[in-house]
């Protein structure tokens, strides 16, 4: 059985005493699924929220990291730091870092490397744009992107990496995939990992769907066979539509 995850990420919102508060209303909120629940704050909460959240059952990730260990990358955060402050699983790929701060496949090759090497759990994050879901290009775009950064890895190190697919129409603008559609992505995200890797690892890869997932559509989203859970942006800055979401499954 396929790990199901609902994971919120903060993005560039809430300050220390914002970020505290909502970690109380998330300590409020009651769990009815199975479903493991992440939280990524930004750089600068992930001690503070990691130590607040200990013991609740919440995980908290990151939302990016660097591929060195250290060394003169002046305003970033590698792996090891993230470790050192309680982290086990990073975002990567998301198609913010994509767009605005040129994340490549290939950098995204080398993060992911930098996270396994370090026992790290990853969320790898991909999706088309709408041009090319206007052009029927979505599945290629798709392919690509997970084979250029993924396809490097032995079949082992997929035990640590769960897929985000989020398309980026669909993230922050209120438009929601469809289902169908949805589902449509994940089984094909599926049979190119089977194609690859054989059905069994393919079988046991959580597949998120994220992308202006809320309280009212999660339900349906989650029933599809190939969705293993969400990666929620707006909803998940609200303790009850995060556990709304949470308690969809
Ligand atoms: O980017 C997302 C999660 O990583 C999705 O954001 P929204 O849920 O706000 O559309």
Redesign the pocket.
């Given at each position: 059985m396929r790990a199901q995850i609902v994971?919120?990420?903060w993005?560039m919102n809430n300050d220390l005493s914002e970020t505290e508060s909502l970690i109380a209303s998330l300590k409020g909120q009651t769990k009815t699924s199975d479903a493991e629940v992440m939280v990524?704050p930004t750089a600068t909460n992930l001690y503070p929220a990691y130590n607040s959240l200990k013991g609740s059952g919440i995980e908290v990730i990151a939302q990016n990291m660097h591929f060195a260990a250290n060394g003169a990358y002046t305003g970033e955060v590698s792996a090891t730091m993230l470790k050192s402050v309680g982290v086990e699983t990073v975002?990567l790929g998301?198609?913010?870092r994509r767009e605005y701060f040129n994340e490549t496949d290939e950098m995204l090759a080398k993060k992911v490397d930098a996270a396994l090497a370090n026992d790290m759990r990853v969320i790898f994050?991909f999706g088309e744009e709408l041009a090319d879901r206007k052009s029927g290009n979505h599945e290629n775009v798709v392919e690509s992107q997970i084979k250029n950064a993924l396809f490097h890895l032995e079949a082992d190190a997929f035990k640590s990496i769960v897929l985000?697919y989020?398309p980026v129409w669909?993230?922050?603008?209120?438009e929601?995939a469809s289902p169908e559609q949805a589902q449509d992505m994940h089984a094909f995200i599926r049979k190119t990992l089977a194609d690859k890797y054989g059905a069994v690892v393919a079988d046991s890869v959580s597949i998120l769907y994220?992308?202006?997932?809320?309280p009212n559509n999660a339900v349906e989203i989650f029933s599809k066979p190939d969705v293993d859970g969400?990666?929620?942006?707006?909803?998940?800055l609200n303790a009850e539509d995060f556990f709304a979401i949470v308690n969809a499954f």
């Open positions: 994971a919120g990420n993005k990524a975002i998301h198609s913010e994050c985000a989020e669909a993230i922050g603008t209120g929601t994220g992308g202006s997932v809320k969400g990666l929620i942006g707006g909803a998940s």
